[in-house]
């Protein structure tokens, strides 16, 4: 047996399963607790974070928390999470994203290896629509990280007037330096991806009040590499030409969440005595990692299956060891979505080989830590 990397009775687990036995829901608590969810992205690594948001619907998790918090494609997890149905908005990964239609690093001169306009337009619009409306009616709130620009600062919006205002703010704190050219727009403002100023959103969690925060990392549990790798200062240097001192202030918020990384990671097995409390899953470290433009839909899928299994485990109190050794799997469910042309599709968690099943052994090489 591996030693599970969590403490079965943290003080997050604890709070959380109190609340779902309870039945608490917004606006009727008890507890004098605030527990904040954070989604991290990463590009088709947000798979990670979908599937352990399904797995916290199917878990009977979703009321339990009091905010959300997230960036980049997390915050379009998050989005449909507020919606409830996540294995509908799952499969948009390795459905929809894992195709050149969308990453294609042939546009790389254009700076335009991601197209979100694939994503939002086609994708979010007309394939697997996200209700913005909906959202912004949910009575749990979505604060989603927005690294703007010339003020060189993060902006967590909760407030959106309109569903555009949303889709714009979606769009803007997906939008990834170097991979997409240029900026987003958001509200008159210059506006790129919301992990640039701050890494990961718990951090917004905790600067809100939040006593408990759920924290959900898509990069599996391993020691945070020492230094800035080539892809983070060429990052940077593109982040300085878009704004003077942008790129310093990437890489210094990088140096200080390296930091951030290895308090988290021992708080899994050791939280403090007192408040705030965090709890940050993640794959475990024997898992492949799922790159930022990952295309093979058998790796994507592999990934999504160890996320929920991860998530499983610690809210059941469970030895990872039971994925490793094969006792616990994840089985992905099947729908049916009508295309923009009539047709009907199959979005199958299995569909990524001629016969079906998709390829969960091939290990990628590793990604940088900027994908």
């Known amino acids: 047996m591996e030693r599970t990397p969590w403490a079965t009775d943290h003080p997050v687990l604890t709070a959380l399963r109190r609340r779902r036995d309870e039945g608490s829901v917004i606006g009727n608590r008890t507890d004098g607790l605030k527990i904040g969810l954070a989604v991290e992205g990463g590009g088709i690594r947000g798979v990670v974070s979908a599937a352990m948001l399904t797995a916290l619907e199917d878990l009977g998790l979703t009321s339990a928390f009091d905010a959300v918090y997230a960036a980049s494609s997390g915050a379009v997890n998050a989005a449909y999470f507020l919606l409830g149905d996540t294995w509908y908005p799952l499969s948009i990964y390795y459905d929809d994203l894992s195709t050149r239609q969308f990453v294609d690093f042939r546009r790389a001169p254009r700076g335009a290896i991601l197209n979100l306009d694939y994503a939002f337009d086609v994708v979010l619009d007309q394939v697997k629509p996200l209700d913005y409306e909906a959202v912004i009616a949910s009575p749990l709130p979505l604060h989603i990280a927005v690294t703007l620009v010339d003020e060189l600062r993060t902006e967590a919006v909760s407030k959106h007037p309109t569903p555009a205002d949303l889709r714009d703010a979606l769009m803007a704190s997906a939008w990834l ?195």
Request: net charge positive.
């Open 177 to 371: 330096p170097v991979a997409i050219k240029g900026t987003a727009v958001f509200r008159g403002q210059r506006a790129v991806d919301g992990g640039v100023l701050t890494p990961h959103p718990f951090r917004l969690a905790l600067d809100d009040g939040c006593t408990h925060v759920l924290s959900l990392s898509t990069r599996p549990i391993r020691p945070p590499r020492g230094s800035a790798g080539i892809s983070q200062r060429y990052a940077a240097r593109h982040l300085d030409r878009l704004r003077p001192g942008l790129g310093a202030g990437y890489l210094e918020a990088t140096v200080r969440y390296r930091g951030e990384r290895r308090m988290l990671q021992a708080w899994m097995a050791d939280p403090p005595e007192q408040p705030p409390y965090v709890l940050d899953l993640a794959p475990l470290p024997w898992m492949p990692e799922v790159k930022r433009h990952e295309l093979d839909p058998g790796r994507i899928i592999a990934g999504a299956r160890g996320a929920y299994e991860v998530l499983y485990c610690a809210v059941n109190g469970l030895d990872p060891a039971v994925i490793r050794t094969g006792r616990l799997r994840a089985v992905p469910r099947l729908t049916i979505v009508h295309r923009p042309d009539g047709e009907a599709v199959r979005t199958d968690a299995r569909a990524g080989t001629p016969d079906g099943r998709a390829d969960t052994t091939a290990d990628g090489p590793a990604e940088t830590a900027d994908g």
